[in-house]
T-cell receptor, first 114, second 117 residues
Framework: DGGITQSPKYLFRKEGQNVTLSCEQNLNHDAMYWYRQDPGQGLRLIYYSQIVNDFQKGDIAEGYSVSREKKESFPLTVTSAQKNPTAFYLC?????????????FGPGTRLTVL | AQTVTQSQPEMSVQEAETVTLSCTYDTSESDYYLFWYKQPPSRQMILVIRQEAYKQQNATENRFSVNFQKAAKSFSLKISDSQLGDAAMYFCAYRTSFQGGSEKLVFGKGMKLTVNP
């Protein structure tokens, strides 16, 4: 079945540690996105990528880093520079064929800083 | 920059009744897309319905329909014959239609819908 997988589902981190969240898609989508969700907030864009080896900062990129070495994969690293990393993280992907292209979302990763 | 506002943080509806969720947005663009997403307790984001700004006709998907008022920059979602499975967070979202743009979604803060049996 085609879709987006995120792992792990729950992640715990000690302060000062970097952690990497995995996102993989087998939908052959060109574009991939990372969003952060906090209670009482909508989703906010962290980073996005429209092509392999290229990515752009979203609205809240500080303290995060990404890579796009393969079309299928778009891992997100939460660095120790992120002041308040506890949140729910959602990965999404879409085609880029022009016109309307639906974004499909993964099941999310809940990150908690201890 | 575009913004999306959902002014009602919570609503409730009786099963089988109709409820309308409100959304307003701000943009200087003339062509764009608007969406309603549902996030049930599983937290999986599910697309409910979408509207293209250049289309006058309001979108409908089974029990879900929108009231799109472009001049007022309003995009409300009507759920008819509400079911227990409709209980979820609902997010309104905006996306530019500019070709070559980022295609990123701008979300409202969401609204929690409770369906009472």
């Amino acid at each position: 079945d085609g879709g987006i997988t995120q792992s792990p589902k729950y992640l715990f981190r000690k302060e000062g540690q970097n952690v990497t969240l995995s996102c993989e898609q087998n939908l052959n989508h060109d574009a991939m996105y990372w969003y952060r969700q906090d209670p009482g907030q909508g989703l906010r864009l962290i980073y996005y990528s429209q092509i392999v080896n290229d990515f752009q900062k979203g609205d809240i990129a500080e303290g995060y880093s990404v890579s796009r070495e393969k079309k299928e994969s778009f891992p997100l690293t939460v660095t120790s520079a992120q002041k308040n990393p506890t949140a729910f993280y959602l990965c999404a992907s879409s085609k880029l064929a022009g016109g309307y292209n639906e974004q499909f979302f993964g099941p999310g990763t809940r990150l908690t800083v201890l | 920059a575009q913004t999306v506002t959902q002014s009602q943080p919570e609503m409730s509806v009786q099963e089988a009744e109709t409820v309308t969720l409100s959304c307003t947005y701000d943009t200087s663009e003339s062509d764009y897309y608007l969406f309603w997403y549902k996030q049930p307790p599983s937290r999986q984001m599910i697309l409910v319905i979408r509207q293209e700004a250049y289309k006058q006709q309001n979108a409908t998907e089974n029990r879900f329909s929108v009231n799109f008022q472009k001049a007022a920059k309003s995009f409300s979602l009507k759920i008819s014959d509400s079911q227990l499975g409709d209980a979820a967070m609902y997010f309104c979202a905006y996306r530019t239609s500019f070709q070559g743009g980022s295609e990123k979604l701008v979300f409202g803060k969401g609204m929690k819908l409770t369906v009472n049996p």
